[in-house]
């Protein structure tokens, strides 16, 4: 299946408008990838196909993990961008490791192994 094939299918499951998806993914720097199969895609485009799927509509809870690796620097500033109008919104759980939010979360865990 192609990237747009992929897209159009998570959309219409969303019941949203594949043109956002498009949009989106093209925001995160992977717009032109959109007639290539999507097995061809390399690590970072993959997530950014990915992250495109799995938050189509309008979630209340987004939870990532490790969202940000294998990403460059236009999909993280794109992934921040909607992560800071995800929480405005609803709730965001990210799972990082020296994510670029971390100064800016209302509320952090930290799960130190040491004790």
């Not at 094939?5 to 989106?24: K, V």
């Not at 979630?59 to 993990?65: A, E, I, N, T």
Request: hydrophobic share 45%; with cysteine.
């Amino acid at each position: 299946m192609s990237v747009d094939d992929h897209l159009i299918l998570a959309s219409r499951m969303a019941g949203t408008d594949p043109e956002q998806a498009r949009a989106r993914l093209t925001r995160y720097g992977a717009g032109h990838w959109l007639e290539h199969s999507a097995d061809a895609l390399s690590t970072g485009n993959a997530r950014k196909l990915w992250l495109t799927l799995c938050t189509l509509g309008d979630p209340d809870v987004v939870v990532l993990d490790e969202p940000f690796s294998g990403l460059d620097a236009q999909g993280t500033a794109a992934l921040t961008a909607d992560i800071h109008r995800w929480s405005s919104d609803g709730i965001v759980v990210l799972i990082a490791h020296g994510d670029p939010l971390a100064r800016q979360a209302r509320w952090t865990i930290d799960l130190d192994d040491a004790g």
